[in-house]
């Protein structure tokens, strides 16, 4: 039997989150130069939270280079299969 998430301890904070804490807001102002010591904790400034999203490679990239992988690993399949493909054309051309 598995556990209910809302049990589950740890990690929970992990995400992404919009709000930040008092502690987590002064620590954004000091690495923007914008905290001094012995200044009031209260009413401090916003501070952007910006989630910096990774972008993944398109597949078109990855399927071309499988392409060429398998070009080089069998040199006589790439012949064989701009054979195929020409055979299919003249087919096409004489049955008009």
Same mark, same amino acid.
């Given at each position: 039997?598995?556990?209910?998430?809302?049990?589950?301890?740890?990690?929970?904070?992990?995400?992404?989150?919009? +709000?930040?804490?008092?502690?987590?807001?002064?620590?954004?102002?000091? =690495?923007?130069?914008?905290?001094?010591?012995?200044?009031?904790?209260?009413?401090? %400034?916003? +501070?952007?939270?910006?989630? &910096?999203? &990774?972008? $993944? $490679?398109?597949?078109?990239?990855?399927?071309?280079? =499988?392409? *060429?992988?398998?070009? *080089?690993?069998? %040199?006589?399949?790439?012949?064989?299969? =701009?054979?195929?493909?020409?055979?299919?054309? =003249?087919?096409?051309?004489?049955?008009?």
């Amino acid at each position: 039997m598995s556990v209910h998430r809302s049990l589950l301890s740890g990690g929970g904070l992990k995400r992404h989150r919009n +709000v930040l804490r008092r502690e987590e807001r002064i620590k954004k102002l000091e =690495e923007e130069e914008k905290w001094e010591d012995g200044t009031s904790i209260y009413g401090l %400034p916003k +501070v952007r939270n910006i989630k &910096v999203a &990774v972008k $993944k $490679k398109a597949k078109k990239k990855e399927d071309e280079t =499988e392409g *060429e992988a398998a070009a *080089e690993a069998a %040199p006589g399949a790439e012949a064989t299969a =701009e054979s195929a493909a020409s055979g299919k054309k =003249e087919e096409k051309k004489g049955s008009k």
